[in-house]
């Protein structure tokens, strides 16, 4: 059975960091894109990041580039979401998401029940 | 990038109706389109990918079409568990993934 936990959320200062921790079971990790996807209260959907199976390759919304870093450990089958420099914006529950393919990550098959990131002072 | 406009914000239907809910691209998109329901305080739920296909598991009176740019979900013989907010969303511009807005579908 494919299963995702996040753990990691919690309530941060404006400008603060927080790391985001993912563990994958069920499925050979590595075989897999991932990707995070935010829900802010009450509001909707929206792509985070992802990487690809071999993680070479990240990819950002332009909301994050630059504030956010997106890893992973195979060997651990371990996503990590690094988030600097928070803002009240960000604040949202983090799903963690298992991709169809290796190398992008087109869809959510599976989905973590979410970790709740609160920024502020 | 890709906007995604889904209409309508909010849905009332009653057990047994025919829903439909849209999503217009800004752009072609090919079938690159997904559909979601996300029941209270889930995680969302994958229901269609590539505009019509369903996924294993989920039930047939689910389904969905694409003309054009639009898209459409529908749902016939509502039932009160598909109390849910439904989302497209395309992947065409991957990684740029983009989400509808969300449809609120209650039960009258």
């Known amino acids: 059975e494919v299963q995702l936990v996040e753990s990691g959320g919690d309530l941060v200062q404006p400008g603060g960091s927080l790391r985001l921790s993912c563990a994958a079971s069920g499925f050979t990790f590595g075989n897999y894109a991932m990707a995070w996807v935010r829900q802010a209260p009450g509001k909707g959907l929206e792509w985070v990041s992802s990487i690809d199976g071999g993680g070479y390759n990240t990819y950002y919304a332009d909301s994050v580039r630059g504030r956010f870093t997106i890893s992973r450990d195979n060997s651990k089958n371990t996503l990590h979401l690094q988030m600097n420099t928070l803002r009240a914006e960000d604040t949202a529950v983090y799903f963690c998401?298992?991709?169809?393919?290796?190398?992008?990550?087109?869809?959510?098959?599976?989905w973590g029940q979410g970790a709740l990131v609160t920024v502020s002072s | 990038d890709i906007q995604m406009t889904q209409s309508p914000s909010f849905l009332s239907a009653s057990v047994g109706d025919r829903i439909a809910i849209t999503c217009q691209a800004s752009q072609d998109i090919n079938n690159y389109l997904n559909w979601y329901q996300q029941r209270p305080g889930k995680a969302p739920k994958l229901l269609i990918s590539?505009?019509?296909t369903l996924e294993t598991g989920v039930p047939s009176r689910f389904s969905a079409f694409r003309s054009g740019t639009n898209f459409t979900f529908t749902i016939t013989s509502l039932q009160p568990e598909d109390v849910a907010t439904y989302y497209c969303q395309q992947y065409d511009h991957v990684p740029r993934n983009t989400f509808g807005q969300g449809t609120k579908l209650e039960i009258k």
């Open positions: 590539d505009a019509s």
């Open positions: 998401s298992r991709g169809t393919y290796r190398n992008q990550w087109e869809r959510g098959n599976y």
